[in-house]
Nanobody, 114 residues
Framework: QVQLAESGGGSVQSGGSLRLSCRGS?????MGWFRQAIGKEREEIAI???????EYADSVKGRFTISRDRSKTTAYLQMNNLKPEDTAMYYC???????????WGRGTQVTVSS
């Protein structure tokens, strides 16, 4: 059973940075980050394939960077120039194909104040 554990959320002011981590177990071909703000639908924001190829939502392109460690079991999301509209619960997901959705973490809250 694949388990995912997120960490690194918190509260920052607008323009600040945070780095989220997602530690997984097992074979994780595709890993990604999603977010869901109150009253909004869940949004896929970044994915990274086993090859290292990445994809981003337009809303975070140029500000967020997704990466994986050498073991391919941990994914990171470096978030720079954060905006209040980035406030949401951030979830890590992984699976045997992209977009990932077979396995989910419990989420980590990110709050950006203006």
């Amino acid at each position: 059973q694949v388990q995912l554990a997120e960490s690194g959320g918190g509260s920052v002011q607008s323009g600040g940075s945070l780095r989220l981590s997602c530690r997984g177990s097992g074979y994780l071909w595709c890993m990604g980050w999603f977010r869901q703000a109150i009253g909004k639908e869940r949004e896929e924001i970044a994915i990274v394939k086993y090859s290292g190829r990445t994809e981003y939502a337009d809303s975070v392109k140029g500000r967020f960077t997704i990466s994986r460690d050498r073991s391919k079991t941990t994914a990171y999301l470096q978030m720079n120039n954060l905006k209040p509209e980035d406030t949401a619960m951030y979830y890590c997901a992984a699976g045997p194909s992209c977009p990932p959705g077979a396995y989910w973490g419990r989420g980590t809250q990110v709050t950006v104040s203006s």
